[in-house]
């Protein structure tokens, strides 16, 4: 069963960094692309960075290009989101899935994800205090 589970979250404060898990099991991360979401209450989903793991090429939302750095590591089957200069706007659950082969140039168009979708796992709480 091709499962990923999500964890690092927290409470930080403003300007503070975090670094996100998504531990992948029953399958290897380094034929697929991984995207992490996030969803803060009461708004619409948000794609915020993928990465096709066999390239270690990545796309990244404005809104964190420049604090926010995704990764994998092959040999732990993991894809990590670095987070820095955290702000109270990126307060909200994050997500990990699967994104496909790759992730496209135009990430995330065609991605369905704005109203959240099956194949998220709980996801893990990120808090930023101002």
């Known amino acids: 069963q091709m499962q990923l589970v999500e964890s690092g979250g927290g409470l930080v404060q403003s300007g503070g960094s975090l670094r996100l898990s998504c531990a992948a099991s029953?399958?290897?991360?380094?034929?697929?692309?991984i995207g992490w979401f996030r969803q803060a209450p009461g708004k619409e989903a948000e794609a915020v960075s993928c990465?096709?793991?066999?390239?270690?090429?990545?796309v990244y939302a404005d809104s964190v290009k420049g604090r926010f750095t995704i990764s994998s590591d092959n040999a732990k089957n993991m894809v990590y989101l670095q987070m820095n200069n955290l702000k109270p706007e990126d307060t909200a659950v994050y997500y990990c899935?699967?994104?496909?082969?790759?992730?496209?140039?135009?990430?995330?168009?065609?991605?369905?994800?704005?109203?959240?979708?099956?194949?998220w796992g709980k996801g893990t709480l990120v808090t930023v205090s101002s």
């Open positions: 899935a699967i994104e496909g082969a790759f992730c496209g140039d135009n990430w995330p168009d065609g991605s369905v994800y704005r109203n959240g979708r099956a194949d």
């Open positions: 990465i096709t793991v066999s390239s270690g090429s990545t």
């Open positions: 029953g399958f290897s991360v380094n034929y697929y692309g």
